[in-house]
């Protein structure tokens, strides 16, 4: 295997085995943290992170990883750089490889993050766009595997809006993995038939299966993950607010969907959640449409099932080991 100067822009292009091994790294890399080990691989390097939306877990994963890797990191946001407005992808590629030794991207259309890595002569990494999150999947299973202690044989469903880049993201990985992958969410939001198509076959190697479907019985005795995300991806206006509650709300994480899974099922989400009003959004939403929680149930979102906060930190370790990889140029790792 290996990764040095390798681009990480959608878990399709990684096989399996780099897969497991970037999770190896990931729980070494957690275990160093925890002992207080020394481990500034890079103190020579320099990433820079554009944001054209806003972030905290993948803005601050990339950030505290790097800082833990000995790297300087700058942090360009959605007004902070003249690309796309002043100066083209290509070209602002070509700039910051001259400067950095890796580049993270969050955006919108994959086109850019990808013309982003074909113009740059070091390492470029997808901290989300519309088509995938890919260093977000890598998290999850790093959750879902010390929680369980396996992968294989699981089945995660993902319930919701299924059509979104985490959920893309998440039945790519599940397909590698080896993992059961059901999308359960309103068929007029389900997941492209293109997504699919890729994964069914690599799934069927991996001894798994991929089912998309509107019936929540799906996952009656049979989910051990129950994973959702926000009705309202980030970008997307907010008149869809009414549309979208009216097409979700059957699909609303309760403690009684939780209870459908196995006993032992856990609840994941990427965060962040409306479980509340205490966000200015989620206000908003109540005033307009009286909802006061939407995708999951404050209940199921603070229950013991629910290990949402173990997930976000296990963004960091993997964002720490994709840069670790993609950097690495000492030969054995
Ligand atoms: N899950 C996730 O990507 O979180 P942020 O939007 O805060 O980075």
């Not at 500034?40 to 390097?45: G, I, T, V």
């Not at 007004?79 to 407005?85: C, P, R, W």
């Not at 939001?189 to 699919?196: C, G, K, Y």
Request: hydrophobic share 40%; charged share 25%.
């Amino acid at each position: 295997m290996d990764f040095t100067g390798r681009d990480f822009l959608r878990i399709l292009d990684f096989s399996e085995d780099e897969l497991r091994y970037m999770l190896v790294v990931a729980r070494k890399f957690k275990e160093m943290k925890r002992a207080g080990q020394n481990h500034k691989y890079f103190p020579n390097k320099n990433i820079a992170i554009l944001f054209e939306k806003t972030s905290t877990r993948t803005r601050c994963s990339f950030e505290v990883g790097a800082y833990d890797l000995g790297m300087g990191v700058t942090y360009l946001d959605p007004t902070g750089s003249q690309m796309g407005h002043k100066e083209s992808i290509a070209d602002t590629a070509r700039v910051l490889s001259r400067l950095y030794d890796g580049i993270e991207y969050r955006g919108f259309d994959q086109s850019v993050v990808d013309t982003l890595a074909e113009y740059s002569d070091v390492p470029v990494w997808n901290g989300l766009t519309d088509e995938c999150h890919p260093t977000q999947a890598l998290g999850d299973f790093m959750t879902i595997e010390e929680h369980f202690g396996y992968l294989k044989g699981l089945t995660l469903a993902f319930v919701g809006d299924t059509r979104n880049n985490v959920a893309n993201s998440l039945m790519t990985m599940s397909a590698k993995m080896g993992v059961n992958f059901i999308a359960c969410g309103p068929a007029s939001l389900a997941t492209s038939d293109e997504m699919v198509t890729k994964c069914r076959p690599i799934a069927e190697k991996n001894g798994c299966t991929i089912t998309v479907t509107d019936d929540i019985r799906a996952l009656d005795g049979k989910a051990d993950v129950i994973y959702t995300d926000v009705w309202l991806s980030l970008g997307e206006p907010a008149e869809k607010w009414g549309e979208r509650i009216n097409l979700l709300k059957p699909y609303q994480v309760t403690m009684d969907l939780m209870n459908r899974a196995k006993p032992t099922a856990v609840f994941l989400h990427c965060l962040p959640s409306f479980h509340d009003l205490n966000t200015s959004i989620a206000r908003d939403v109540h005033e307009k449409y009286g909802l006061s929680e939407m995708e999951v149930t404050d209940e199921v979102f603070n229950s013991e099932r629910s290990i949402v906060f173990e997930q976000a930190e296990n963004r960091m370790h993997t964002i720490k080991s994709v840069m670790f990889l993609t950097l690495w140029e000492g030969g054995n790792k």
